[in-house]
């Protein structure tokens, strides 16, 4: 505290609970060594160089912060250490070189590893510094790492995302946050180098509760898009004249958009990975069950993936629904005339 003459006022410990009391104390004292963060003074840490993790960093490593990566697969990170970014042998070694450490991985049990392993991220973090999760996954988890890393005095943030990877390369996604809002408030360079729009949530686990309502919105979303196009196509229509008329209209979606010339042009690459898109449904439908919600849509959506998935077309993006549905109506949509 500051006196009126200047100066600091220093408080005895029972006096200062007085004031304050113990959980706004710690707030207090949180905010207080709550760091600067710049890319001259923050060292970051990233976990996950993948279809979206590979340009979210790499707007980082532009932005003039220092990096240190780590992935599975270090050929995968090949071109961001021709960009300057350092490689660390596990994420542990990782957090040990970093200041704040971002991972944006596959699955929670990848999120569980990378975060509170033995050779985890937290295990190598010191006091005061950051985790930031990007991966998609389980509210409990977020708040599980929450937990564990405020026990060492380390801060934890979920922060998923959406845009696919067209979003990751442009740099416009949405970020979807959890946790202590002056940590998210001061991550703002970083946030600002890699999306559009962002948006604190609430606390741990907000982030990624937001994340599922979006992946709701898209999975019946995209039987939509792809019943419409086969519908289109049965009926002799020129699919990118409907497309014209239908887009900018009150049908018209980010996947009708951007997904659909794709299936138009026989394009599956992933933006984002069926088996990815399955696993979030199930973390949505195992949220909804806890909350006693009856959510018929998404199960739906849930069990065509699963013939996606069943159809060898798992490491397609989500668009790939469109060769399960078409395989359903006895159509080649690949070798449509």
């Known amino acids: 505290m500051t006196s009126p003459c200047g100066g600091d ?15 706004s104390l710690w707030r207090l004292a949180s905010v207080m060594s709550i760091p600067a963060i710049s890319p001259d003074k923050t060292r970051i840490g990233w976990i996950g160089t993948g279809v979206m993790g590979s340009s979210m960093v790499g707007h980082l490593i532009a932005a003039g912060f220092q990096a240190t990566l780590y992935n599975r697969r270090q050929e995968k ?20 070189a970093s200041d704040v450490v971002f991972s944006i991985v596959g699955f929670p049990s990848d999120v569980r590893d990378v975060m509170l392993g033995a050779q985890g991220a937290l295990a190598g973090s010191r006091t ?50 959890g946790g202590d809002k002056a940590i998210v408030d001061a991550l703002a360079p970083c946030w600002n180098a890699m999306g559009k729009t962002i948006v604190h949530q609430g606390g741990p686990g907000a982030g990624q509760h937001t994340k599922m309502v979006n992946q709701i919105l898209i999975a019946s979303g995209m039987i939509g898009v792809c019943e419409a196009l086969l519908y289109g196509y049965k009926a002799g229509l020129d699919l990118p004249t409907v497309l014209n008329s ?19 042009n026989n394009n599956f690459d992933p933006g984002f990975y069926v088996e990815h898109f399955i696993k979030d449904m199930g973390i949505a439908l195992a949220e909804s069950k ?19 998935k ?28």
């Open 9 to 23: 006022i220093l408080l005895p410990a029972g006096r200062a609970l007085q004031l304050f009391g113990s959980k």
């Open 77 to 96: 990170a090949a071109g961001l250490l021709e960009k300057g970014a350092r490689w660390a042998a596990s994420p542990k070694a990782v957090a040990e």
């Open 128 to 177: 005061g510094s950051i985790l930031v999760d990007m991966t998609t996954s389980e509210p409990s988890l977020a708040v599980e790492i929450h937990e564990a890393a405020k026990a060492k005095g380390v801060s934890s943030i979920d922060a998923p995302v959406s845009g696919g990877d067209i979003g990751a390369k442009e740099a416009r996604l949405s970020i979807m946050i």
């Open 246 to 264: 239908v887009g900018s209209g009150a049908a018209g979606s980010w996947s009708l958009s951007n997904l659909g010339p794709r299936i138009m």
């Open 290 to 308: 806890r909350m006693g919600l009856c959510l018929p849509g998404l199960a739906l959506a849930h069990q065509l993936y699963l013939a996606v």
């Open 310 to 337: 069943a159809q060898g077309l798992a490491k397609n993006g989500t668009h790939a629904l469109q060769l399960a549905l078409a395989q359903m109506a006895g159509v080649d949509w690949k070798n449509r005339k």
